[in-house]
């Protein structure tokens, strides 16, 4: 606010204050607490478990998280090619569509683990987790080296308050340069990623089922889970990995399928695995869900809806 402009300010708040006392000699305490609202700036709301997230499915793997303070996580972000249709092409979004992210969390070398990573780096700065491996062939593709993030499973990260824990991932990881072997690209990796509230999301990524989600369940205790039902498990073996997970756990209260798309069998689509997470109600309810491509949901510490 420049001289003029406050000088305006202060000279309608003095009348103001002069009329109210005139009119209401008996009430100038009055007017003075309504001046000091008016000149006082709103207090900021503060954050809570309740405040919600928004998880919105891009087809495939691709989640975009997006914190109750706007920090935007891309999960293996496989888009569609906005001139030939081409790459992810059930996923509403393309380059273009993406403006800002904080972080990108890649698994490992696969194709659809990668996706457009490195393209999303380049248009937005945001660093890159990865494997070590994965990370030094990212470079030599003009990766900033300061923006990656380097670990394998048991490496923890924050980026701008999110909280980033590597877990392991039973799957294979190696990065194509074209013809010939594919580049080693170091263990394949899963993602639980904490928000400011203390708000958890576990993005399985490509895992085959394994008793590891007992111990991540234990430890970790996330609120919301992403589990691969069109390669590594199947439907009815992800409904296990959601009991897993409930292992002393009480804050499981949703489940969404990931890693699958209209093309693949039925039998490996979203209505089977809601079913076969239903199915399996042995203590208590945990919440399935069958997003749509470019679906989004709000997520707090209780529960899940659709915006």
């Known amino acids: 606010m420049n001289r003029s402009h406050a000088l305006l300010v202060w000279a309608i708040v003095a009348t103001a204050l002069l009329v109210t006392t005139v009119i209401h000699p008996d009430a100038p305490g009055t007017a003075s607490r309504w001046v000091h609202g008016v000149l006082q700036p709103s207090a900021a709301q503060a954050q809570t478990p309740d405040s919600p997230a928004q998880l919105e499915w891009l087809s ?91 670990g394998q499973p048991g490496s923890r990260f924050e980026v701008e308050g999110i909280k980033i824990q590597v877990v392991n991932s039973v799957h294979g990881s190696g990065a194509s340069i074209g013809p010939g072997p594919a580049v080693y690209g170091g263990p394949a990796m899963g993602f639980i990623v904490t928000m400011e509230n203390g708000v958890s999301v576990y993005h399985a990524m490509s895992t085959a089922l394994t008793m590891d989600l007992q111990l991540y369940g234990r430890l970790y205790k996330p609120h919301v889970a992403l589990l691969p039902i069109g390669s590594s498990m199947y439907p009815e073996e992800a409904a296990i990995a959601t009991e897993f997970l409930m292992t002393d756990n009480p804050n499981l209260h949703s489940v969404f399928p990931t890693h699958h798309a209209s093309f693949i069998p039925v039998e490996r689509q979203g209505p089977a695995f809601v079913k076969a997470v239903q199915s399996r109600r042995v203590r208590r309810e945990v919440a399935p869900f069958d997003p749509k491509p470019g679906q989004v949901f709000l997520v707090n510490s209780t529960s899940t809806r659709p915006r």
Request: no cysteine; proline share 7%; hydrophobic share 35%.
């Open 60 to 150: 495939w793997m691709n989640y975009r998280l997006t914190s109750p303070k706007g920090k935007v996580v891309l999960f293996s972000p496989w888009l569609r090619d906005a001139q030939t249709g081409g790459g992810n092409r059930e996923s509403p979004a393309t380059l273009d569509n993406i403006e800002t992210a904080t972080v990108i969390l890649v698994p490992g070398g696969h194709g659809d683990d990668m996706g457009h990573a490195i393209e999303v780096h380049r248009k937005t700065g945001a660093p890159i987790v990865t494997t070590f491996e994965l990370g030094n062939w990212m470079v030599s593709r003009g990766v900033d080296p300061a923006k990656l993030l380097r």
